[in-house]
């Protein structure tokens, strides 16, 4: 499964950004895809995941009711809506896709999409 992520960028805290991620290859190997994060010097961090269908989401806590994770199966495509940015939320972000969204809770996941930067000044 490949993995080719784009969207991020510098925004003011508060702004928005769409973080998008197309897959190819043997999607049909996996259920999930989602996003992680990383910022320096700290864990990584389960962001959202969503099941191909769109009929499942998960978000971690941190994001809730600010990020919004959708699907668009014929394009292969998974978005990360993110409103209400705060300076907290800077990291890499890292789409990512698994056969199990416990996978991803974790912070782990099978495969994996080169990072992209969201930056957030104050």
């Known amino acids: 499964v490949q993995l080719q992520a784009s969207g991020g960028g510098l925004v003011q805290a508060g702004g928005s950004l769409r973080l998008s991620c197309a897959a190819s290859?043997?999607?049909?190997?996996?259920?999930?895809m989602g996003w992680l994060r990383q910022a320096p010097g700290k864990v990584r961090e389960f962001v959202a995941a969503?099941?191909?269908?769109?009929?499942?989401?998960y978000y971690g806590d941190s994001v809730k009711g600010r990020f919004t994770i959708s699907i668009d199966n014929a394009k292969n495509t998974v978005y990360l809506q993110m409103n209400s940015l705060k300076p907290e939320d800077a990291a890499v972000y890292y789409c990512?896709?698994?056969?199990?969204?416990?996978?991803?809770?974790?912070?782990?996941?099978?495969?994996w999409g080169q990072g992209t930067q969201v930056t957030v000044s104050s």
């Open positions: 290859g043997r999607t049909f190997s996996t259920n999930f």
């Open positions: 969503i099941s191909w269908s769109g009929g499942s989401t």
């Open positions: 990512v896709a698994d056969r199990f969204s416990s996978t991803m809770a974790a912070g782990q996941s099978s495969y």
